[in-house]
């Protein structure tokens, strides 16, 4: 168990709707990592955020958005759905601002399925 | 900037036999290396990391790998693969010493025979 909690695990949506992937980090750590996981597309970076502010985003989506709330839990929203939003969602933690020398743990997915 | 590349998509090796993924990567400063393993429907776990200190790093499960400076490699390998081995296994670089967001490869996928 990697400490990180990730829910809902299985989203099952129709295209054009809206839904949130929430995400608690680890005990102690203050970074939350938002990475989508396709088949085509691999291990994809979409957006840190660090102790409430956001601190660098990848390659993420104008219809998709993120926090961090004052209890370091994140949520990802993702609207307008698409077919080629079907991916496995991943939330990783860490300690610092950056991996640097540490490590990323992860927790198990949100799998959301768009039909 | 930095990059990395896992040579092959698919492994595939018999029970009892050596281990090797390959990774190569690029990094405009000194880096942090890793291996991380994903079984199916899991989140991904750190199996080793490399951090400027020995250059061959033991991991969880048996697994090693060699930092190479001069052919920026880190390949990931095992005396003798069981079948709990099986996932798919990705290298991560970073830059050490900062605040850097880290670069996953595409992945491989070990597959085990009995």
């Known amino acids: 168990d990697s400490g990180v909690t990730q829910t809902p695990k299985h989203l099952i949506t129709a295209t054009g709707q809206r839904v949130t992937l929430r995400c608690s980090p680890r005990?102690?750590?203050?970074?939350v990592y938002w990475y989508q996981q396709s088949l085509d597309q691999g291990l994809q970076f979409l957006i840190q955020?660090?102790?409430?502010?956001?601190?660098a985003k990848g390659n993420i989506l104008e219809r998709f958005s993120a926090q961090q709330f004052p209890d370091l839990h994140s949520e990802l929203n993702l609207s307008s759905l698409e077919l080629g939003d079907s991916a496995l969602y991943f939330c990783?933690?860490?300690?610092?601002?950056?991996?640097?020398?540490?490590?990323?743990?992860f927790g198990e997915g949100s799998r959301l399925t768009v039909l | 900037a930095q990059s990395v590349t896992q040579l092959d998509s698919h492994v595939s090796v018999s029970e009892g036999t050596p281990v090797l993924l390959r990774c190569n990567y690029s990094s405009s400063y000194s880096p942090s290396l890793f291996w991380y393993v994903q079984h199916p429907n899991k989140g991904l776990q750190l199996l080793l990391k490399?951090?400027?200190?020995?250059?061959l790093v033991k991991g969880i499960n048996g697994f090693e790998a060699e930092f190479k400076k001069s052919e920026t490699s880190f390949h990931l390998t095992k005396p003798s693969a069981h079948m709990s081995d099986a996932a798919e296994y990705f290298c991560?670089?970073?830059?050490?010493?900062?605040?850097?967001?880290?670069?996953f490869g595409r992945g491989t996928s070990l597959i085990v025979h009995p």
């Open positions: 990783a933690s860490s300690v610092g601002p950056g991996l640097g020398t540490g490590e990323l743990f």
């Open positions: 005990s102690g750590d203050l970074s």
């Open positions: 490399y951090t400027s200190a020995a250059t």
């Open positions: 955020y660090y102790n409430g502010e956001e601190r």
């Open positions: 991560v670089v970073s830059r050490s010493g900062g605040s850097y967001i880290p670069t």
